[in-house]
C-alpha cells in the first residue's frame, strides 16, 4: 500500500519521484503483490502507466483502517 510520498523541496523537479515510484512499483509486482494507491501521486503514476493498473487494487476499508492504527 502505497499511502504517501515526499521528495524534499531542494530535489524536486529532477524525475526523482517518478524514479522512486516506478522502482517501488516495479518491486511490489515482481513480488505478486497487490499495488494499493491511497497516494494521490501513486494514483496518477499508475493512471499514467497502464502496465501497472492490472496490479492495482482499490482501498478496502481494512487499507485504511491499518494506516489510521499504525499498522504499517
Not at 517518478?18 to 515482481?30: E, H, P, S
Not at 496490479?55 to 499498522?71: F, I, K, N, R, Y
Amino acid at each position: 500500500m502505497f499511502f504517501h510520498t515526499v521528495v524534499e523541496d531542494d530535489y524536486t523537479g529532477q524525475g526523482l519521484g517518478g524514479r522512486l515510484t516506478g522502482f517501488a512499483l516495479d518491486d511490489t509486482v515482481a513480488e505478486g503483490l497487490p499495488i494499493v494507491t491511497v497516494c494521490t501521486y501513486f494514483a496518477a503514476y499508475v493512471e499514467e502507466h497502464p502496465e501497472y493498473q492490472q496490479h492495482t487494487v482499490p482501498a478496502h476499508h481494512d487499507h485504511l483502517a491499518a494506516l489510521q492504527s499504525g499498522d504499517r
